[in-house]
């Protein structure tokens, strides 16, 4: 069985974070591991509170995991200060697993700030350049690349501006695009559009995090970014798409619909 380790923050409402991850995991029938950052209390309507972990905690989570079951693949979602974020990337290079997948979670869909504007630098200087692949947003996209994204055009001009310091693979999602869902790759000097109809369901909590949960698993089963990627967009349309309506804000995707 593949192991795959979700590093981030708690959702106590099981929709997004840790939770999402776990639940995309399992259904991707894999051993699925978890190294929590922080502590939410959230649900669909929004975040009222967060307890950072100590980042010596942290650490030690990661020395039983690594030491013990090593993970096929890494996912790392909310992580909150610039401590934290060493920390991980401490263990990173003293355990050296592949496949690392960075969702760089900075606010919630409710509007809510996930990561310390001061752990900004740590997550593009130190994080990043660990990572197998990047999954951002277009908010996020715009943050990293320092311009505005209305557009596919604008997409792939954000993606050459964050090769200039990163040069992984790209992945700009296109979630918040207007009419369509098409998130971009830009992957060796290449762009590759996975192309998506825009499906109308106000409850997409969470669906950043499964996205990058679902890319982990198939890396760690052995496909390449392109395959991992269209997979993991097929299993995220199919969650939006068996249209779970829970709670009163913007509700949870159906992890289990296969
Ligand atoms: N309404 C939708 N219809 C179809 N696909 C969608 C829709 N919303 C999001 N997606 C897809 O879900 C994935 C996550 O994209 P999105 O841009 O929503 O990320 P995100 O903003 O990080 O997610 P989150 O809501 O968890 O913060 C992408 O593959 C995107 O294309
Ligand atoms: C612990 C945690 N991690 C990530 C998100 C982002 O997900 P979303 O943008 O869907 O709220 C979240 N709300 N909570």
Not at 82 to 110: A, C, F, H, Q, W
Not at 177 to 183: G, M, N
Not at 199 to 227: E, F
């Amino acid at each position: 069985m593949k192991k795959v380790l979700s590093i981030a923050g708690s959702d106590c409402s099981g929709g997004a974070g840790i939770q999402a991850d776990i639940k995309t995991i399992t259904a991707h029938k894999m051993y699925a591991m978890s190294a929590i950052t922080a502590l939410t209390a959230q649900n669909t309507t929004g975040v009222y509170g967060v307890i950072d972990t100590p980042p010596e905690f942290v650490g030690q989570q990661l020395d039983c995991i690594m030491n013990d079951i090593f993970p096929d693949s890494v996912k790392i979602g909310m992580v909150s200060s610039p401590l934290i974020i060493e920390k991980i990337v401490g263990k990173l290079i003293e355990y050296k697993p592949r496949n690392i997948v960075v969702d760089p979670v900075m606010i919630s869909t409710s509007g809510n700030r996930l990561l310390s504007e001061d752990a900004m630098d740590a997550l593009i200087n130190k994080l990043i350049p660990l990572a197998t692949v990047i999954t951002p947003n277009l908010a996020e996209a715009e943050c990293l690349s320092e311009m505005e994204i209305h557009t596919k055009e604008d997409m792939q001009k954000a993606a050459l501006k964050l090769s200039g310091f990163y040069d992984g693979n790209i992945l700009i999602k296109g979630g918040h695009l207007k009419s369509t869902a098409d998130d971009l790759l830009y992957s060796n000097g290449e762009f590759i559009w996975f192309t998506g109809i825009k499906i109308d369901n106000p409850n997409a909590h969470g669906t950043g995090c499964t996205l990058s949960s679902a890319i982990a698993c198939n890396l760690a089963n052995g496909l390449d970014i392109k395959t991992s990627i269209q997979q993991a967009k097929n299993y995220i349309t199919g969650a939006l798409k068996a249209g779970l309506d829970l709670g009163k804000g913007s509700g949870p995707l159906n992890h289990h619909y296969r």
